[in-house]
């Protein structure tokens, strides 16, 4: 089984990959938009390479109440809200207990929104090329999400990468009209855990997302 060293490891692929598809070194073209926290460090390897400013489309995932790392739905910035009528059903998920975890959510959503907008202003993307980066896509909702709030903010085009994806997952956001274009490093045929395909899938601090965010501001 093909593995990722790590999230730079995952940033150099993609870079390779993504390299054909955008103007390199036109920061008016395209952004890379990454979503916090393991994605920006994919990101920052990537609009390193590109020549490409670096900014966050931040989301977060509504996880089933007795398994909370199991998605139903995601939210975004600006509103943008996804859900999984189908796994709602099926784990018995009322709109009731939809709005008690969005209104958690939300908060946490808005805190860190706060956060990395204190240290870098938000990127325009109206007229641009975005790209969502994600270190890793299984369900596909917080992917759906971050794609829907670059649609939302003007985008031309998306382009959601990951560091490693499920293919029904890349097919289902190109066919419902979330992104352009859907790719990763690497698509193995079943995907349980992204965890599982990295040598080093250690969690992304907050600090290493603000420095990285810093030094995006600054460039």
Do not use: C
Request: glycine share 12%.
């Amino acid at each position: 089984m093909e593995l990722l060293r790590d999230r730079d490891d995952a940033g150099a692929r993609l870079t390779w990959l993504l390299s054909p598809l955008v103007v390199q070194g036109d920061a008016t073209s395209a952004v890379v938009l990454g979503l916090p926290r393991g994605g920006v460090p994919i990101g920052a390897a990537i609009a390193r390479g590109l020549g490409l400013p670096l900014d966050v489309v931040v989301v977060r995932k509504l996880g089933a109440p007795a398994n909370p790392e199991y998605g139903f739905g995601a939210i975004g910035e600006g509103g943008i809200r996804v859900l999984d009528e189908q796994a709602m059903r099926i784990l018995g998920i009322t709109d009731e207990v939809v709005a008690g975890i969005e209104a958690r959510e939300r908060d946490e959503l808005e805190r860190r929104v706060a956060a990395y907008r204190e240290v870098r202003p938000r990127v325009p993307v109206a007229g641009r090329t975005a790209i969502v980066v994600d270190d890793g896509i299984a369900t596909g909702g917080t992917a759906r999400a971050a794609a829907r709030v670059a649609r939302a903010g003007g985008a031309a085009r998306v382009i959601v990468a990951a560091g490693v994806a499920a293919p029904e997952s890349l097919h289902a956001l190109m066919d419902d009209g979330s992104a352009d274009l859907a790719l990763a490093a690497l698509i193995p045929n079943r995907l349980l855990a992204v965890g599982q395909f990295y040598m080093n899938f250690s969690q992304t601090p907050e600090r290493e997302v603000l420095r990285l965010l810093t030094e995006a501001a600054r460039a």
